[in-house]
């Protein structure tokens, strides 16, 4: 079992930048996603990275402006997010999984963790 706690979340214009973090409960290695909700949109994938952060997988939206990391530790996640646009304004969620594998599906994650808000204004 594991806990997730998201911070980093705000306000900020078109074009600017956020740093999000989700510290874990555990140093045990889980595989990460970063997923976000926005109002009348389905919860959408964002990006993971696996348990040993050798992998990373990004959704198309946000490929060349968003890094998915974590620390030595493997602690703490972060998701760096650059030229942001209106558009990726929403609730950040990261949540875990125990498989191996970096998929987009929800239901393949176990743990959530509160979720930070990110408002990008044009």
């Known amino acids: 079992q594991v806990d997730l706690v998201e911070s980093g979340g705000g306000l900020v214009q078109a074009g600017g930048s956020l740093r999000l973090s989700c510290a874990m409960s555990?140093?045990?290695?889980?595989?990460i996603a970063w997923f976000r909700h926005a109002p009348g949109h389905d919860r959408e994938f964002v990006a993971g990275?696996?348990?040993?952060?050798?992998?990373?997988r990004y959704t198309d939206s946000v490929q060349g402006r968003f890094t998915i990391s974590r620390d030595d530790a493997g602690i703490t996640l972060y998701l760096q997010m650059n030229g942001l646009k209106p558009e990726d304004t929403a609730i950040y969620y990261c949540?875990?999984?125990?498989?191996?594998?970096?998929?987009?599906?929800?239901?393949?994650?176990?743990?959530w963790g509160q979720g930070t808000q990110v408002t990008v204004s044009s």
């Open positions: 949540a875990a999984s125990s498989s191996g594998a970096v998929t987009s599906r929800p239901f393949e994650y176990s743990t």
């Open positions: 555990t140093s045990v290695s889980y595989t």
């Open positions: 990275i696996s348990r040993g952060g050798g992998f990373t």
